[in-house]
């Protein structure tokens, strides 16, 4: 074909036949896959378990229309996320249906956090979603923080999920990768309020929660450092 016809090399077409497909992730953007071993897993999770018994699982609902999310939340931590119809997004101390201050940050969290956020203090909330299969979290930016030098940092545990990341406009271009349990991402430097959401669950790809489904944790830093 004359090379004014030629396909554009784009994350999905490879110059190369048969060659795989090159994701350019966005500039700040890290993914560590594998960050946590089997074990490592196992025994956060039942950390997990243990909070989602203190803290149980909240039905979280958009502000104004009161329209639920399809995932559950809670949280861990000095500060949790919550939303609801009267009061929409925002960060309080203790849980949205039965008032109790939110359980703390488990270890082996604020350990990745030190490994992998790079930044000297320390985060003050963990937003935990659980997502059954058929769950998706709509493209959105997480700017409740009022401190832009942390990065946001996100585990996955259980079945795969399809993550889109773009940049600071909603329309702009996006790439997809697979999160898998085990994994460790972050929204940092300029990805830090990049568009972000998860187009789906891959159910079954995982036997780590009984019963399937995904669970994502993302730590947060919520006030300034100063
Ligand atoms: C989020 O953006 O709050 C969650 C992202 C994820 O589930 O991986
Ligand atoms: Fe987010």
Not at 26 to 52: K, V, W, Y
Not at 75 to 97: A, E, I, M
Not at 144 to 150: C, K, L, S, V, Y
Not at 164 to 179: A, D, E, I, M, Q
């Amino acid at each position: 074909m004359p090379p004014s016809q030629k396909k554009k090399p784009t994350a999905e077409t490879s110059p190369v036949e048969g060659a795989p497909a090159a994701v350019r992730l966005p500039d700040g953007f890290q993914l560590i896959p594998g960050a946590l071993s089997a074990i490592e897993q196992e025994t956060l999770l039942a950390d997990i378990h243990d909070i989602m018994r203190r803290a149980p699982l909240f039905q979280p609902r958009m502000p104004r229309t009161g329209q639920p999310f399809s995932v559950k939340m809670t949280n861990c931590g000095p500060l949790g996320w919550v939303s609801d119809k009267d009061h929409g997004y925002r960060y309080q101390p203790t849980h949205l249906d039965t008032g109790v201050p939110w359980p703390p940050i488990p270890q082996k969290l604020l350990d990745l956090w030190r490994t992998h956020a790079a930044v000297e203090g320390i985060p003050e909330a963990c937003l935990i979603n659980h997502y059954p299969a058929g769950a998706k979290m709509g493209s959105h930016r997480d700017q409740d923080e009022h401190e832009p030098r942390a990065p946001v940092l996100s585990v996955s545990l259980g079945d795969d999920a399809v993550f889109h990341v773009g940049g600071p406009k909603r329309s702009g271009p996006k790439v997809r990768v697979t999160l898998r349990s085990g994994d460790v991402c972050l929204l940092a430097g300029p990805s830090r309020f990049a568009y972000h959401g998860i187009d789906r669950i891959l159910p079954g790809t995982s036997n780590l929660i009984p019963g399937g489904g995904r669970i994502n944790l993302t730590l947060r830093r919520v006030t300034p450092f100063d």
